[in-house]
């Protein structure tokens, strides 16, 4: 039987099927944890051609250092090729070039020592309905080889609210307790490092408030959160550093709040008391938009001053009635650089 979540939806011809070793995650050679959690160098994958459909490059070299301790944000839009890498990195498609390191180690050295080191939390709630929560942990935690007495389905099931529904069956549980079910599932071997794929998608908004505070927890009591998410908001919200992914390339690589600083944009929003048909002469210097008596200017806050807007509306005889700003925000950034069309390479 397959230890690990199973991912793919096409699956590649070789994934790595062993079970993967339960010793403890080992530490770099001085006794201290690895200082990154994940490292990638140069990490390639080809889709081979089948059929039809011609061969893909979906990653092109990615360069990636992921610290111990984070919370780390994958974005990308779709196809951009996070659950290929994740899935490499869970052992379930084969690299083709470059090399990664899970907790320091090596997946082509040591790959079962690797897997143990990774708990991965899929995008589909693929589960039994009729275990219980405590039967699934049981079962997973046997796949991981982890001895009996070593097990610790009830702290777990306590960590993501769900002592309550330890015998209850699955399929009795709401999409948010699954989703938690699936985040314990991963931790059955006590892995430093959790992927979880898009862990809130299509889930509501109070739900994603308590996922976010479980993630939280578990950051907090030292597991380091590798996550993809679709939701910008999520990832500003959520996590310490982002990378940007698009086809198949890391396009942006940063703290989020030096990402958030990079656009350097804000936009003032100013409502005037009288109806223009064209942006005044004043603001030239300005990108302006103009929408019967509201004028967005846009404006780089580490050069310009927002009384040098204000000033520029002045002095076109207009008085503002009504005033705000907008600091740009993750989406600005995202689009900014997701907007570029395939370079070279993208099959
Ligand atoms: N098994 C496969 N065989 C062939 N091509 C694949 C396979 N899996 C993924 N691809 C292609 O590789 C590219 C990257 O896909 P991937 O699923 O990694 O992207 P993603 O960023 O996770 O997208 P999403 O956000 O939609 O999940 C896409 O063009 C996809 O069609």
Same mark, same amino acid.
């Given at each position: 039987?397959?230890?690990?979540?199973?991912?793919?939806?096409? !699956?590649?011809?070789? !994934?790595?099927?062993?079970?993967?070793?339960?010793?403890?995650?080992?530490?770099?050679?001085?006794?201290?944890?690895?200082?990154?959690?994940?490292?990638?160098?140069?990490?390639?994958k080809t889709y081979k051609a089948s059929g039809k459909a011609p061969a893909k490059l979906a990653l092109k070299g990615i360069d990636l250092a992921i610290p111990r301790g984070s919370v780390y944000g994958l974005l990308g839009p779709n196809g951009a090729g996070k659950s290929t890498m994740i899935n490499i990195l869970a052992g379930l498609v084969t690299k083709s070039g470059g090399t990664a390191k899970i907790w320091g180690i090596d997946i082509d050295q040591d790959p079962r020592a690797a897997r143990a080191a990774i708990g991965v939390v899929p995008q589909?709630?693929?589960?039994? !309905?009729?275990?219980?929560?405590?039967?699934?942990?049981?079962?997973?935690?046997?796949?991981?080889?982890? !001895?009996?007495?070593?097990?610790?389905?009830?702290?777990?099931?306590?960590?993501?609210?769900?002592?309550?529904?330890?015998?209850?069956?699955?399929?009795?549980?709401?999409?948010?307790?699954?989703?938690?079910?699936?985040?314990?599932?991963?931790?059955?071997?006590?892995?430093?490092?959790?992927?979880?794929?898009?862990?809130?998608?299509?889930?509501?908004?109070?739900?994603?408030?308590?996922?976010?505070?479980?993630?939280?927890?578990?950051?907090?009591?030292?597991?380091?959160?590798?996550l993809t998410t679709h939701y910008l908001e999520e990832a500003q919200e959520l996590c310490?550093?982002?990378?940007?992914?698009?086809?198949?390339?890391?396009?942006?690589?940063?703290?989020?709040?030096?990402?958030?600083?990079?656009l350097d944009r804000k936009d003032l929003v100013a409502v005037v008391d009288q109806d223009l048909t064209e942006v005044p002469s004043t603001l030239a210097g300005f990108e302006v938009t103009l929408k019967g008596r509201q004028l967005t200017v846009q404006y780089p806050p580490s050069r310009v001053k927002v009384g040098e807007?204000?000033?520029?509306?002045?002095?076109a005889g207009l008085t503002i009635v009504d005033l705000s700003t907008k600091e740009s925000d993750l989406e600005d950034i995202f689009l900014q650089l997701t907007r570029a069309p395939a370079g070279n390479g993208a099959g």
């Open positions: 039987m397959f230890p690990g979540p199973v991912i793919m939806d096409r !699956p590649d011809p070789m !994934p790595d099927t062993r079970a993967p070793d339960t010793q403890p995650a080992p530490s770099a050679p001085n006794g201290s944890p690895p200082e990154l959690a994940i490292e990638l160098r140069g990490l390639t589909e709630l693929n589960m039994d !309905p009729f275990f219980t929560p405590r039967e699934l942990l049981d079962l997973q935690a046997g796949l991981y080889g982890v !001895p009996k007495r070593e097990r610790q389905t009830d702290r777990l099931l306590e960590a993501v609210g769900l002592k309550d529904k330890a015998n209850a069956y699955a399929r009795t549980l709401s999409g948010g307790m699954r989703r938690r079910l699936m985040v314990a599932k991963a931790m059955v071997h006590t892995p430093p490092v959790l992927v979880l794929d898009e862990p809130t998608a299509g889930v509501d908004v109070e739900l994603r408030q308590s996922l976010w505070a479980h993630v939280r927890e578990l950051n907090r009591a030292g597991t380091t959160v590798v310490d550093s982002i990378a940007i992914i698009n086809h198949g390339q890391v396009v942006a690589c940063d703290s989020t709040d030096r990402l958030l600083r990079t807007v204000l000033n520029a509306i002045a002095a």
